[in-house]
């Protein structure tokens, strides 16, 4: 629903959201940590001299000796009491540290620090103390009294030394980070910083030894001490235009975008992309997009946004909005034709990466919709006009953008990226729920449920089309899900759907009966008849292989479908006599296959067991046209495979197709065979050309066997397609000699060695089907 002052701003969600992010400049947050690397520094502590690092366990022990029990501040007084804190100080004024590096290494520290706090004037950091903690050691929650003027910052540096436990907590306005102080590595300094009145504590250390210089950040100069930046009232703003967008409020699912897309302002490669990583305004935006987002239940990801645009130019020498090509040509982009937009390299705010993939843009998701239109390409190229085409451009916009989308619709936004990212979800989502074991009550089964009810709106007339060989379709690999799932209300509404796709083809046929069986056998029977009816003109291979299938025992537990109409319609279908309304059109946009032997064995073993009648139509329909289905070529191949079945050998229409070979191959078998008794051979040619006829009178001839043709190259080639095309009993050489070159013709029996050949396999034939 749109409230009416909407409609008069005619805003939308993708133009309010970047308007409100648009006063978010400043990042940064009560606490902040990082690492960097440590080219090590000379540390010298009065009393123990110069301290190697990583710290030994030795000179721990040296350090502790000359350290104070630190104590802690309650109201005026210091105190030292081992059950609030627990732990060894040394004081900055005992404490050296130097080294050619180091100060630029505290230098970038600070840097750090002030950008993670947000602070934008210039800081300095004063050694406070030296701390080491021993196993035990720790120190309760506490706040840190101003211990110098303008201090408003506490910086925390741990030096490199092995231990475990001793991880730094700090708290804000109900807010907690965790920090685990130990660089990756020993040339390696992690460090922290957290506003002055952070409260904050250290767990106990549960073994070795922490060591850490405690520094307390100043501000220079006059004015207001740093304040953590503020955005609360803008979170709260923002989380509440989120929560109106997914309740609906921003219109109708189908009028408000399923996600909203906000592009970055800083250039990330994908490997550097991620929450983490992000640069000043881009930071403050991100963080506050997230506080938002987790508030008004939206998911928010960072991705990386790739635009491609292509269309028409035109040269022009003078102003407007040109650019110049590499060379000294000006060109004018005149319209933009197509445009495409993706998302990719998906990131979570934990920073771990999403495996999401390549996901469209849809329109009204940019934030703000024409952002694009004062930004300058990442890459462009002009093509320069050709005789039939005008000049050209391409170009490329690449950034990183921040993508959400209300929790409720992330179904929808998946499915609307398409089966190549639904499918797989979709498949996970199954697996999942198989390997929970829980019912279909369980709210993954749900999802799953639910998603699936969305790829199926929007489920392609062609999903893969043309389709590479026998790779299972999209949508075998969709019902094959499904059937994980047992979604019988889905698989019904999606085998109802595809039974008019065009699509179909035999190697759905497994996955499209595992899930028909968990319909009712009636049920699935009218599914697999409307699919039959629609595909069989076309490929009624894959439909007898269905059938044949189908009527094969049925998966464990489960009724045979009642395929008797699927059966009827595909004897109706069947190709061979040109009078039936059931062939296809001339015009087809699909060129039939020849009919295989694979579809006979097909069809007759699933009519056999399916329906005795139709059966018998089917065989007469065979042995009616045999055109279509070649005795030679086509039935006797499936009768040498039917009748080495057990359960189908002796049914009637095997027993006829059988008859049918036998007597075909007797009828051949009683023909005279004898060998060429003198040089006569079989002269009957389609040219009557003056050099064909000379051909003929040479085949005829009963005393030559050998004839040269001596003419020119054009005459050679046509006398020998002629002898080629007719099957002429004769070897042919070429002689290269003299000009023209001769085609030297030599008889042989060729024809008489295929008869024999044949004769031999019709007497095998018949002795293995008599
Ligand atoms: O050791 C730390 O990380 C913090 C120490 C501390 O809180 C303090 O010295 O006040
Ligand atoms: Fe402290």
Redesign the pocket.
């Known amino acids: 629903m749109t409230t009416p002052w909407m409609e008069e701003l005619t805003l939308s969600i993708a133009h309010e959201l970047p308007a409100l992010l648009s006063t978010v400049r400043t990042p940064g947050d009560f606490c902040t940590a990082g690492t960097i690397e440590l080219a090590l520094p000379r540390l010298t502590v009065q009393g123990v001299g110069p301290v190697a690092l990583p710290l030994l366990p030795v000179q721990a022990k040296a350090l502790i000796a000359v350290a104070d029990r ?1 104590p ?1 501040g309650r109201g005026a007084q210091t105190l030292v009491d081992t059950s609030v804190r627990r ?1 060894w ?1 040394i004081g900055a004024e005992r404490v050296r540290i130097e080294g050619a590096f180091w100060t630029r290494t505290l230098q970038a520290i600070v840097e750090k620090a002030a950008e993670g706090l947000g602070v934008t004037t210039a800081a300095t950091a004063q050694l ?2 030296l ?1 080491v ?1 021993d196993e035990g050691s720790f ?1 309760i929650e ?1 706040r ?1 009294t101003e211990k110098a003027a303008g201090m408003f910052a ?1 910086l ?1 540096v ?1 030096l490199p030394s092995l231990h475990t436990g ?1 991880e ?1 907590v700090v708290r804000h306005k109900g807010r907690e980070v965790r920090l685990d ?1 130990q660089g990756p590595d020993p040339s390696m300094a992690a460090f ?1 910083a957290f506003y002055a009145d952070c409260v ?3 767990r106990p250390v549960t073994s070795g030894c ?1 060591l ?1 210089l ?1 520094y307390n950040l100043v501000h220079e100069g006059r004015g207001r001490l740093p304040q953590p930046p503020d955005y609360e009232a803008e979170t709260q703003r923002i989380a509440a235009l989120l929560a109106a967008w997914g309740a609906g409020e921003w219109g109708s699912d189908d009028e408000a975008p399923a996600k909203l897309v906000y592009p970055l302002e800083h250039a990330y490669t994908s490997a550097e992309l991620s929450f983490q990583a992000l640069k000043g305004a881009d930071a403050a935006a991100a963080a506050v997009l997230a506080a938002a987002a987790q508030r008004s239940g939206c998911e928010l990801h960072v991705a990386l946004l790739t635009i491609e645009e292509s269309g028409s130019a035109e040269y022009s020498g003078y102003g407007g909005r040109s650019w110049r090509d590499n060379g000294d040509d000006e060109f004018e982009i005149v319209e933009v034709c197509n445009r495409s937009a993706v998302l990719s390299d998906w990131r979570c705010p934990d920073g771990a990466a999403a495996e999401l993939g390549v996901f469209p843009v849809e329109d009204g998701e940019l934030c703000p919709p024409d952002m694009f239109e004062d930004m300058d390409p990442d890459e462009q190229v002009f093509q320069e006009a050709t005789g039939n085409e005008g000049a050209s451009f391409e170009r490329s916009y690449r950034r990183a953008a921040l993508v959400l989308w209300p929790m409720g619709r992330r179904l929808e936004v998946i499915s609307q990226a398409g089966l190549p990212v639904s499918l797989p979800w979709l498949a996970s989502l199954a697996r999942r729920w198989q390997d929970s074991g829980a019912l279909t009550d369980s709210p993954l089964w749900q999802e799953a449920h639910e998603l699936a009810g969305h790829m199926l709106d929007a489920w392609p007339d062609r999903a893969d089309w043309p389709r590479p060989g026998e790779a299972p379709s999209t949508a075998a690999r969709m019902l094959a899900t499904l059937a994980q799932l047992k979604d019988a209300a889905r698989i019904e509404a999606f085998l109802a759907d595809i039974s008019t796709a065009s699509d179909y083809g035999k190697s759905d046929n497994k996955a499209l009966l595992e899930a028909a069986a968990l319909l009712a056998p009636r049920r699935a029977g009218v599914l697999i008849e409307r699919i039959v009816r629609a595909s069989a003109a076309k490929d009624p291979g894959a439909c007898a292989d269905l059938l044949a299938r189908g009527a094969a025992a049925p998966p464990p537990g489960r009724p045979a479908p009642d395929l008797v109409a699927a059966a009827g319609a595909l004897v109706d279908a069947l190709p061979g006599d040109p009078t039936r309304a059931s062939q296809p059109p001339a015009n087809a946009w699909w060129r039939r296959q020849e009919v295989s032997s694979d579809l006979i064995v097909d069809l007759v073993t699933a009519l056999e067991r399916i329906d005795a009648a139709l059966a018998r139509q089917a065989v007469d329909h065979l042995l009616a046209w045999p055109k279509t289905y070649g005795l030679d070529a086509v039935i006797l191949p499936a009768v040498r495979r039917l009748i080495s079945q057990a359960t189908i050998r002796d049914t009637p229409g095997v027993q006829r197709l059988r008859a049918a070979c036998v007597q075909h191959l007797r009828a051949r078998t009683a023909e005279p065979l004898q060998p060429p008794t003198n040089w006569t051979r079989a002269a009957t040619l389609n040219c009557r050309c003056a050099h064909c006829s000379e051909l003929a009178g040479f085949l005829r001839n009963p005393d030559e066997q050998s004839w040269t043709l001596k003419a020119a190259e054009a005459v050679r080639t046509h006398v020998t397609s002629t002898m080629q095309r007719c099957r002429c009993d004769l070897d042919l050489v070429t002689q290269r000699r003299g000009s023209p070159y001769s085609l030297i013709c030599t008889k042989n029996q060729a024809s008489y060695e295929r008869r024999e050949k044949q004769r031999r396999e019709d007497l095998q034939d018949l002795e293995q089907l008599a």
Do not use: I, M, N, S
Request: no cysteine; aromatic share 16%; net charge neutral.
């Open positions: 630190a802690y732990t100080q406070y103390k701390l903690y120190f506490h840190d506490t925390v741990a001793g730094l102080l922290a904050h504590e250290v922490r850490v405690v």
